[in-house]
């Protein structure tokens, strides 16, 4: 079996600190593992335990924002609609990664609850991790309508049957939920050289998106872009994406129409 040693820096520590929330008559208690990390300390990442009153608790950040206002206020995630509308409060927990703002506490079964970052993303700090670089790769899909109509009044119509091909697609919120999910994004993700590198599920079901709307004028030309044996091919048809979506979309899928069209279309030797 493949041995695999990790960089002493990045081992978490199991000798973190314990802390608890308020607790009173009728409390019912949760016990909860962050993980910890300051990139500028210095210090390894640890995890630290939170003994929660979850009594009157639904959702897991409600959770979070109870340790952060009694309990911690050095912990540190993103959050913002609480609705699962931003994406903000993406993390993973108990081993899957999802929105904390729209995970129940009902779902989490029994036990622990321990809340990592994102895999695979430089964090900045405990569960906030460094997503410019998944930004970076939904701008180079062009996530935008290239259209010869110049001015701001004309409208571009579109039938319902054509607005019903962007069902299951435009609803992504941009969570990076799935990227972050996929072992050949966690491989082939970050090379250095953006010629190397796979786009990950996010961007191709936003690229499927722009591709498929019928008011777009540069299909062809979107089709190029991705022909490539990088940022297209390292799909290896995994599913953690789908698995993973909080908005019950499959990327997967996009992925697999985007070759399928690769396949059909014309080529210029044709
Ligand atoms: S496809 Fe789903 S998991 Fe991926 S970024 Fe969009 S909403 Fe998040
Ligand atoms: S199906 Fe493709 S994009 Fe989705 S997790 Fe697997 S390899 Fe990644
Ligand atoms: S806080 Fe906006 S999606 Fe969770």
């Not at 630290?48 to 540190?76: C, F, H, Q, R, W």
């Not at 622990?112 to 670089?133: A, E, G, M, N």
């Not at 979309?249 to 059909?264: F, S, T, W």
Request: a negative charge; proline letters at 6%; glycine letters at 6%.
């Amino acid at each position: 079996m493949v041995q695999l040693t990790l960089p002493a820096n990045s081992k978490v520590r199991k000798d973190g600190r314990t802390y608890s929330t308020k607790s009173g008559d009728g409390a019912k208690m949760r016990r909860f593992r962050l993980y910890r990390y300051d990139p500028d300390s210095g210090e390894n990442p640890r995890e630290d335990a939170y003994n929660v009153d979850v009594s009157g608790v639904s959702m897991v950040l409600d959770a979070l924002i109870k340790i952060k206002a009694e309990a911690d206020p050095t912990v540190t995630f993103r959050r913002s609609c609480r609705e699962g509308v931003c994406g903000s409060c993406a993390m993973n927990i108990n081993g899957s990664n999802t929105l904390a703002c729209t995970k129940g506490m009902d779902e989490l079964g029994d036990g622990d609850v321990t809340i990592y970052p994102l895999p695979h993303q430089p964090v900045v700090k405990d569960l906030v991790t460094d997503l410019t670089k998944f930004y970076e790769q939904h701008a180079a899909i062009e996530p935008f309508l290239h259209s010869s109509v110049a001015d701001d009044e004309t409208e571009i119509h579109q039938t319902k049957e054509d607005r019903e091909k962007l069902d299951g697609l435009y609803e992504c919120i941009l969570c990076a939920c799935c990227s972050t999910s996929c072992p050949s994004y966690w491989w082939n993700g970050d090379k250095g050289d953006p010629k190397e590198e796979y786009l990950g599920p996010a961007a191709l079901l936003q690229a499927y998106r722009w591709i498929s709307d019928s008011r777009d004028e540069k299909r062809s030309a979107r089709l190029d872009a991705l022909d490539d044996p990088f940022k297209l091919y390292r799909c290896h048809t995994i599913m953690n994406c789908a698995q993973v979506c909080p908005k019950g979309l499959n990327p997967a899928k996009a992925i697999a129409e985007i070759r399928k069209l690769m396949v059909n279309r014309p080529r210029a030797s044709d």
